[in-house]
């Protein structure tokens, strides 16, 4: 914009004036200001199709002018409006610059184009903008915001399915850009000191939020675009499917051999085998003879039954004379049915469900009912980028281009309020491939589309559900095994699925060959059903999560920023490791043939799940994991809630809740337990229940005490239990307690975990396990508190036991260009190997592998001479001797 020339101060808005054109600025909060700009006076801004906050609440503000600037100010948030040019700088309410616009200019349009440019500052990390493959931070990228269908990706891509026009920075804002059209982002990719947005239709406003941090951001964009509604507990469990099951006796089977094999699972999906043409969502009667019949029993085992649909309708479905007839399809340019020739499905013609025309909407919705019936329990929607959307195509609403990124979220809110409608008060499950803002409200989960069966398609999986936990969506996840363009070996289904299992969702899928966790051999099967069955076991834990999910937009899996920053920046773009809730960190295995990881530990204690062993953080470690493992670390002090293993989520009452302890010396933490019914939407009327944990270690001069509370279950909801047993696991106890207690009331030891599992009350020590359990059976209503007394928590110089006399030295010169030198010391003659990994935790190449004696050793590196090329960055290098692991970072310019 250029210069200023008048304002206008009303009552809600602020509006900065530059001869024809002009900024307006209304407050939603004092920490959420909208800003709009008009290019002329005539300017009309579209109804949202994502805010559902209004600006009926008064927003005290001030604006004070002198010769220079407008300053506007809420309680949260100060603007200032340079006059001469017009320039927005951003401020929060302790005077911290935020963001501003670069000299060379902020706002401005171009025929159909607006625009807005940035000034880039060093604090910026950016976040969020949907789904994308590349590196966590987008900083430094540049990629288009247009909901893209990519099929069969194994790399890194800047642009898919779900596109959200939503960027959160590490530097104290985020930004929420209210205009629908295709838009570009460069976050400095472009100019490195600058970022800008620009969309290629309608008007620009956008939404400047405050918030210190990105918890703070998120909660505050779920405020004015939805929260996420809790999915049925069952989403949580195992989710089978198949492209696909072709008919009713072969999804018969598949149901009947997961229960035989006793593998838990919730649901089985069905493609698009369940009826006979795209477009009729009608049963295929032919081969589906008793469909009702059939999800019914699969629920008498506690298996939903899920079906996909799609918005295009073929020429030859029974539904595209309606369609074609009554102006339910998009259009072409004469206004006639736009048919897209040689659709992949039949080779016929297609027409697009115009989602954007009321009618077309409850024509399409009141078809749902008769193959819903009353035991469809989840609904799958596949292809609404649109997969296939030509550019001349039209809408009851307007052009390809302004429709285009919020198809898939009047699709979800046609779902959405049409179940309400057919099943009220009952949860929606809705597997979907696309999105926009918004569309978390309507209680989708959203999955990674059509990823190749590949290592390569694993690896970028952390990152995508990253961001779109930080742009909105809670339950984002992929095709365990990889869905099409390969073969999945048993390795990679075993991966994928320690990686779904801490993902939101963990559901199977893959086209071209068996997709369940039984046809990748005996050795595989054991592996998928144990970490199956741990899924299960994290329930109460995971299901605690949602509800913050819903309550705050907190998304279930976390980068590790958000609770450690210690200014190491590489944990703004580690991605590989990751927080499934504030106890866990997981560090997913995801290449070919590897079988140890390098993984960063971030401050802290943390313990390895898998044999308790304690690590500092603040450090890498490398370790071994061997088919059957993955990182899986608990910080050290939680308390985590788990169940018994389940063949369903409802299998059994939740009356038995174990409180997995991982207590040390000083230390207090808490965790609060929600539960609800499972089923309804009664929790958003206060039908629900929250139970804290909190635990306490004091300490002595020998040994410490543990006090764990469990608190009373404050809250009520249908099927809360009466009673329950609390089994307390409390790992990494080295003795055995001179005392314990519940309340004021001893209990007493028993011989065996089984016998102690037999009786209500009593404790056991399990030497060899160096873990204590202590029972108890409990009211709801009460709080209950038990002490360990006289317990010794740290075995000195136990640990890693990394021994003194063992010495590796920082290589030097560090950082180097050509080469380096490393030191080592061995205290004993050992078998050593020294290599070199990436960041990544891939080996680049081996120095040593050999058996060598006691005393000092020089490896000398030339980069030049090694058999793998190194790029510029940062690497570490690992001496292993005997059981023995050092590991320490180089750096190398090139």
């Known amino acids: 914009m250029g210069n200023y020339t008048s304002h206008l101060v009303l009552e809600k808005s602020i509006w900065i004036y530059e001869n024809s054109s002009s900024l307006r600025f209304i407050f939603y909060r004092p920490d959420i200001l909208r800003v709009d700009y008009l290019p002329n006076p005539g300017t009309v801004f579209d109804s949202s199709f994502v805010i559902i906050k209004d600006t009926s609440e008064i927003i005290l503000f001030s604006v004070i002018e002198t010769d220079s600037s407008i300053e506007i100010s809420s309680s949260e948030l100060r603007v200032v409006v340079n006059k001469f040019p017009i320039r927005l700088s951003f401020y929060n309410s302790t005077g911290k610059l935020l963001l501003e616009e670069p000299d060379d200019g902020g706002i401005s349009f171009n025929n159909n184009e607006r625009k807005v440019n940035f000034i880039l500052q060093q604090e910026d990390n950016f976040y969020g903008t949907g789904e994308r493959g590349t590196s966590l931070n987008k900083r430094g990228q540049a990629f288009d915001s247009y909901n893209t269908q990519v099929y069969g990706y194994s790399n890194p891509l800047p642009t898919m399915n779900i596109n959200v026009p939503f960027v959160a920075s590490t530097r104290g804002y985020a930004l929420y850009f209210e205009n629908t059209y295709p838009g570009h982002f460069d976050l400095g990719n472009t100019n490195p000191a600058q970022f800008n947005y620009n969309v290629s239709g309608g008007e620009l406003s956008y939404f400047f939020i405050e918030g210190e941090k990105i918890p703070e951001q998120l909660k505050k964009y779920t405020w004015f675009t939805g929260n996420q509604p809790l999915p049925p507990k069952w989403a949580f469990g195992f989710i089978q499917s198949k492209f696909g099951y072709q008919n009713e006796n072969e999804a018969r089977n598949i149901v009947q051999t997961m229960r035989l094999k006793e593998i838990p699972c919730d649901a089985i999906v069905l493609d698009l085998y369940w009826f006979q043409h795209m477009g009729d969502i009608?049963?295929?009667?032919?081969?589906?003879?008793?469909?009702?019949?059939?999800?019914?029993?699969?629920?008498?085992?506690?298996?939903?039954?899920?079906?996909?649909?799609?918005?295009?309708?073929?020429?030859?479905?029974?539904?595209?004379?309606?369609?074609?007839?009554?102006?339910?399809?998009?259009?072409?340019?004469?206004?006639?049915?736009?048919?897209?020739?040689?659709w992949w499905s039949c080779g016929c013609n297609a027409g697009l469900l115009d989602i954007t025309n009321p009618s077309a909407r409850n024509w399409w919705w009141n078809l749902h009912p008769s193959f819903f019936g009353n035991e469809l329990a989840g609904i799958w929607t596949d292809l609404g980028e649109p997969e296939n959307h030509p550019a001349d195509m039209n809408h009851f609403l307007g052009s390809r281009d302004k429709i285009h990124n919020i198809y898939n979220l009047l699709w979800s809110e046609t779902i959405f309020n049409g179940y309400n409608q057919l099943r009220p008060n009952q949860r929606l499950f809705n597997l979907t491939r696309s999105g926009y803002a918004g569309s978390q409200r309507y209680s989708v989960s959203t999955w990674s589309g059509d990823v190749a069966k590949s290592f390569g398609g694993l690896k970028v999986q952390p990152s995508i559900v990253l961001n779109m936990g930080m742009s909105g969506f809670g339950y984002q996840n992929s095709d365990i095994g990889g869905f099409c363009c390969g073969f999945t070996t048993p390795e990679l289904y075993v991966r994928w699925m320690q990686f779904g299992t801490f993902s939101p969702i963990t559901r199977a899928h893959g086209s071209n060959q068996p997709t369940e966790p039984w046809n990748f051999g005996a050795e595989a099967e054991m592996i998928n059903k144990n970490f199956i069955q741990l899924r299960y076991q994290l329930i109460p834990y995971i299901y605690s999560m949602a509800y913050e999910n819903y309550k705050t937009g907190m998304p279930l899996v976390r980068p590790l920023f958000f609770?450690?920053?210690?200014?190491?920046?590489?944990?703004?773009?580690?991605?590989?490791?990751?927080?499934?809730?504030?106890?866990?960190?997981?560090?997913?295995?995801?290449?070919?043939?590897?079988?140890?990881?390098?993984?960063?530990?971030?401050?802290?204690?943390?313990?390895?799940?898998?044999?308790?062993?304690?690590?500092?953080?603040?450090?890498?470690?490398?370790?071994?994991?061997?088919?059957?493992?993955?990182p899986v670390f608990i910080k050290a002090g939680s308390v985590i809630p788990m169940q018994p293993v389940m063949n369903y989520?409802?299998?059994?009452?939740?009356?038995?809740?174990?409180?997995?302890?991982?207590?040390?010396?000083?230390?207090?933490?808490?965790?609060?337990?929600?539960?609800d019914d499972g089923k309804t939407l009664d929790y958003q009327s206060g039908f629900f229940a929250e139970t804290i944990f909190s635990q306490n270690i004091s300490n002595t001069e020998a040994a410490s005490n543990i006090e764990l509370t469990i608190g009373e279950t404050i809250g009520t909801y249908t099927g809360k239990p009466a009673s329950r047993i609390y089994l307390a696991e409390f790992h990494r106890v080295f003795s055995n307690p001179s005392l314990v207690m519940m309340n004021d009331i001893t209990l007493s030891q028993r011989n065996s975990y089984e016998e102690l599992r037999e009786n209500e009350y009593g404790f056991y020590f399990d030497q060899s396990l160096k873990r204590l359990y202590v029972q108890i059976k409990t009211v709801p209503d009460s709080e209950y508190v038990i002490n360990v007394n006289n317990v010794v928590l740290n075995m000195n110089g136990e640990q890693t036991q990394i021994l003194k006399e063992f010495v590796l030295e920082q290589n030097?010169?560090?950082?180097?260009?050509?080469?380096?030198?490393?030191?080592?010391?061995?205290?004993?003659?050992?078998?050593?190997?020294?290599?070199?990994?990436?960041?990544?935790?891939?080996?680049?190449?081996?120095?040593?592998s050999e058996f060598q004696y006691e005393g000092e050793h020089t490896v000398q590196i030339n980069a030049n001479d090694l058999q793998s090329e190194l790029s510029s960055g940062v690497y570490f290098y690992k001496l292993s001797a005997d059981e023995y692991i050092f590991v320490k970072k180089l750096i190398y310019l090139k």
């Not at 008498?300 to 918005?311: A, W």
């Not at 180097?816 to 680049?844: C, H, M, Q, R, W």
């Open 563 to 630: 609770d450690y920053t210690s200014n190491n920046l590489d944990l703004f773009n580690l991605s590989d490791t990751y927080l499934f809730g504030k106890n866990i960190l997981v560090s997913p295995v995801m290449n070919e043939n590897q079988t140890s990881k390098l993984v960063y530990l971030p401050e802290g204690k943390w313990i390895d799940f898998r044999d308790d062993k304690i690590y500092d953080g603040g450090s890498f470690y490398f370790f071994q994991m061997p088919l059957s493992s993955m």
């Open 282 to 342: 009608t049963w295929n009667f032919v081969n589906w003879p008793n469909p009702f019949q059939m999800m019914s029993d699969f629920f008498d085992e506690g298996i939903k039954t899920i079906v996909i649909t799609e918005p295009y309708i073929i020429e030859y479905s029974n539904n595209f004379p309606a369609a074609s007839s009554n102006n339910y399809l998009a259009t072409n340019s004469q206004g006639n049915p736009y048919l897209i020739g040689g």
């Open 649 to 675: 989520t409802d299998e059994f009452p939740a009356d038995t809740i174990i409180i997995k302890s991982y207590p040390v010396e000083n230390n207090s933490s808490s965790f609060i337990l929600y539960e």
């Open 812 to 848: 030097y010169p560090n950082p180097f260009n050509s080469t380096t030198v490393i030191k080592y010391k061995l205290p004993k003659a050992s078998d050593v190997k020294l290599e070199i990994y990436n960041i990544t935790g891939e080996k680049i190449t081996t120095l040593v």
